[in-house]
């Protein structure tokens, strides 16, 4: 019994040594064919080296995209499995810190990068946020107007720098991939996210493309996907093929139409998409945004611009201070804020006030009372009121009227003063009721940080020429209504607005 037990005790040191021999033969037996790393070499060659030692675990991997706040909570999954695609999710910045700087940013990426650059086959994983109007991710970066304003400019080459703007403050931060454009043909939940709801308009905007990525060579094939440097991201035509038709409008609900509806209607925007270059599919002030939908006297008479001098202004309602609602949705945050602490701008009661000369006084009152109406001197008011900022199934609404105290505001002032009302909203909202106590409506959507865009035209820097780019319906019992549809009668059909110029302090209505 002795003699097994000194012998037990002396082969453990032996089961030892030869554990530790098999675990350096099986390292040893694990050689990487690094070929698939050498640029030198055809990308189907370096595509099958790589794969051919890809294990099935890995390549599941690599097709999966995480919210990177799961990497937050153990970056090992990085390195253990060889994650392919991280996302910043909504409201999830540095830290937790929305006004984290681009530098916090990019230590951030990198530091995620680390860890998938260390697994066994030194696969880099792809870090994409939402860039849809800018990068509206990162504090004091642009935000431009959401796509529905940039619809209604009719201007590919205007998105075309859109892009390129969004890309070098995107790869700033240390992102090389986008989830833009969105080119859904609108429906009325997400309809901001939306150029129009004509899909001629939305294949010109995918222009952006170009922007974002870069123009693809002469000597490259059309359809090629293409990133011109490190100035440039990819981008993502989004989200599905005919995620914009569906019923009732709702975020997510079905979408019922015939194959020929969807291949044509639906599908030529990813068509465009595609012929550019997009490498994914799946999932500044701007001046051009405004449309004028209402004249200020009868139409084909001369429409005269807020003078600048020598007068005294009123500006009211809820959106006309508040950079937060004039962003909307998808600015630092999923939702947006309502208030001024997202991220810096100029609101619209700025730049009205930096717009008029020292001798005109502008009184401002989000909600002013009729007594003080009725007993002022205003010449004008301009009265900017909308929608509160939402994002996907929270937009949802079947009833899309002017939200209180905004419509009251609305009314008070507009029934004791001239007024100009500025309609900041995602979509077209109910307004025919309203319509005979306006001196003139502008339709300025959601239009971003600098609100200098707007001032400019409401005093006649700048001229009108904004078209609407979908159908303003006259009540909700219409919708859905598109252009072309065989009971088409809308308040303001597709394509309207006036188109104006300015002249002396003046603008006229070309006819």
């Known amino acids: 019994m002795s003699t097994f037990k000194s012998r037990f005790i002396m082969s453990v040191p032996v089961l030892e040594l030869v554990l530790l021999l098999l675990l350096v033969?099986?390292?040893?037996?694990?050689?990487?064919?690094?070929?698939?790393?050498?640029?030198?070499?055809?990308m189907n060659l370096r595509i099958k080296f790589l794969m051919e030692q890809m294990t099935l675990e890995e390549k599941i991997a690599q097709m999966a995209q995480i919210n990177r706040l799961q990497a937050e909570a153990d970056p090992k999954i990085l390195r253990d499995y060889s994650i392919g695609s991280l996302i910043t999710a909504p409201d999830s910045p540095p830290g937790g810190d929305h006004r984290a700087s681009a530098e916090q940013w990019v230590d951030m990426v990198n530091g995620y990068q680390r860890w998938s650059l260390s697994h066994r086959l030194g696969i880099p994983m792809l870090y994409a946020?939402?860039?849809?109007?800018?990068?509206?991710?990162?504090?004091?970066?642009?935000?431009?107007?959401?796509?529905?304003g940039l619809g209604a400019t009719r201007d590919p080459a205007l998105v075309k720098r859109i892009g390129a703007v969004t890309a070098i403050e995107t790869r700033a931060s240390g992102i090389p991939y986008v989830f833009a454009p969105c080119i859904a043909r609108s429906k009325m939940g997400r309809c901001y996210e939306s150029y129009s709801e004509d899909h001629k308009i939305v294949e010109q905007m995918t222009?952006?493309?170009?922007?974002?990525?870069?123009?693809?060579?002469?000597?490259?094939?059309?359809?090629?996907?293409?990133?011109?440097?490190?100035?440039?991201?990819?981008?993502?035509?989004?989200?599905f093929v005919g995620d914009g038709g569906t019923a009732k409008g709702m975020n997510e609900n079905n979408t019922?139409?015939?194959?020929?509806?969807?291949?044509?209607?639906?599908?030529?925007?990813y068509y465009h998409s595609i012929i550019k270059g997009s490498q994914t599919f799946g999932k500044r002030g701007c001046k051009k945004i405004t449309c004028a939908l209402k004249e200020w006297k009868r139409c084909h008479e001369t429409f005269n611009s807020i003078p600048k001098k020598d007068i005294q202004i009123l500006v009211a309602g809820t959106h006309a201070n508040n950079l937060g609602l004039q962003c909307g949705a998808w600015?630092?945050?999923?939702?947006?804020?309502?208030?001024?602490?997202?991220?810096?701008?100029?609101?619209?009661?700025?730049?009205?006030s930096a717009n008029v000369d020292p001798s005109t006084e502008i009184v401002y009152s989000e909600n002013p009372d009729v007594k003080s109406l009725k007993s002022s001197k205003y010449s004008y008011a301009v009265v900017v009121v909308g929608e509160p900022t939402y994002a996907e199934s929270a937009g949802d609404n079947l009833n899309l009227t002017i939200p209180e105290p905004g419509l009251s505001t609305l009314i008070n002032v507009c029934s004791k003063v001239k007024c100009v009302v500025v309609l900041i909203s995602g979509r077209p909202l109910v307004v025919e009721p309203y319509l005979p106590m306006m001196d003139a409506l502008v339709a300025a959507w959601l239009p971003g940080s600098e609100g200098e865009g707007v001032a400019d035209v409401l005093f006649g820097d700048y001229g009108f020429t904004g078209k609407l780019p979908r159908t303003w319906f006259r009540t909700v019992d219409q919708l859905p209504m598109n252009v072309g549809d065989k009971h088409y009668d809308p308040l303001f059909p597709f394509g309207f607005g006036l188109t104006t110029k300015p002249i002396n302090g003046s603008m006229e209505i070309e006819t």
């Not at 019922?256 to 925007?269: A, E, F, Q, T």
């Open 25 to 42: 033969a099986s390292a040893a037996a694990e050689v990487i064919d690094t070929r698939y790393k050498d640029p030198k070499l055809p």
């Open 129 to 148: 946020t939402d860039s849809v109007h800018g990068h509206n991710n990162l504090y004091r970066a642009t935000i431009f107007p959401h796509n529905v």
């Open 207 to 239: 222009d952006i493309i170009f922007g974002l990525q870069g123009e693809i060579p002469p000597n490259l094939p059309k359809g090629v996907p293409y990133i011109a440097g490190k100035k440039k991201v990819a981008a993502c035509a989004k989200h």
């Open 256 to 269: 019922v139409i015939d194959w020929h509806g969807l291949l044509s209607i639906h599908m030529p925007g």
């Open 331 to 352: 600015t630092i945050t999923w939702q947006g804020q309502n208030g001024h602490n997202l991220t810096t701008g100029t609101t619209i009661l700025n730049a009205i």
